[in-house]
């Protein structure tokens, strides 16, 4: 997904903000959900970050567009593993990578077996 850097994306000084990084990341794993059709929570419960490791690599700026990809790295019953990449599209550099686990979690706020819709969904992205 192609995602452009505007004004409220940055700091003084036309640097994108470290945390909409993140932000960028979770659109792409909301907008899989969003074609599909499928609420990112149900009537018993929803998806929760577990785990989140980010690496920086190098700066982007107001009016860059982004390429945001999604890879899944571990589909099992309770939990997602995801790689995100962000690429500067004008010159394919490489600008931030993110590990990250989901979890489902129920309506008591317990890890849950994940519902067959959420893992047919993303069973569609793995690589």
Do not use: W
Request: proline content about 2%; aromatic content about 12%.
């Amino acid at each position: 997904m192609t995602i452009r850097v505007y004004y409220e994306d940055t700091d003084s000084n036309g640097v994108v903000y470290h945390a909409n990084y993140i932000k960028f990341c979770d659109r792409v794993r909301q907008e899989a959900f969003f074609k599909k059709n499928i609420a990112i929570q149900d009537e018993n419960g929803n998806l929760i970050i577990r785990k989140l490791e980010a690496r920086y690599l190098h700066p982007s700026y107001l009016g860059d567009e982004l390429i945001v990809t999604l890879h899944v790295k571990n589909l099992s019953k309770v939990s997602i593993d995801i790689y995100h990449e962000i690429f500067r599209k004008k010159d394919m550099q490489k600008v931030f990578v993110m590990d990250i686990q989901l979890v489902y979690v129920n309506l008591e706020n317990k890890i849950d077996k994940m519902p067959d819709s959420f893992l047919q969904l993303i069973s569609v992205h793995q690589s």
